[in-house]
């Protein structure tokens, strides 16, 4: 998670006035599938990096290589499919198609369970409030939040905009009094994060991209 944090810090100090927005992995929950403003696999790659799969076509709207699509079954999280860009010439034009890569990452076993997760899934749903052409920067009508402890479901929040927003507030707020906060603010300062203040607006933003628990109530 840190090596996503400062990857993150590094982008947004430096190259974020020209991100792009990314294409989002999906989540089938419930019966319906949602886009989903988390990559669940980054963390299984960064310990396993001889297992990401590799594109036949970058994208600047695929910054990761590759869209991953999850199911919550019986209150458990599974990584179901990995697709990647497979660029073809077709009648002398080039259509990006899509071609999956699972057996690659995972052979022979499918469904795989996402255990090596604990953390916060965050789907969007709903119109686009505000369009931001940035990574998952977007707002949108109603969000549902899904607590995941090592692959399986903990709890469930739902929220309008309105409500995500001072959730984050609350859930920074909370963050700041665990001794894991201030592990993560050490780590980051040594690795030359920048400065109390920027980590704590920075991290305040991205609080669910880092929080392992629904601590906001």
Known sequence: MKTILLTAIYFFLTVCAFATSQMADKIIYKGQEYSLNTNPLEKFFEKSPDLRPKSESMSTALWRGYIGTFEIQDNQ?????????????????HKSNWKSVFNQVFPDQKPVKVDWLTGLLVIPNGKIVNYVHMGYASTYENYILLEID????????????????KFKDKQFEAFRKTDEYKKLKEDLKKNGGGTDE?????????????STKILAK
């Not at 709890?155 to 309008?160: A, D, G, I, L």
């Open 77 to 93: 999280l599974f990584v179901k499919d990995i697709v990647v860009m497979d660029e073809d010439t077709i009648k002398g034009s």
């Open 150 to 165: 090592k692959g399986n479901l903990i709890q469930e929040k739902s929220m309008n905009s309105k409500e995500y927003e």
């Open 198 to 210: 920027f980590l704590d607006s920075f991290l305040k933003i991205y609080v669910t991209d880092y």
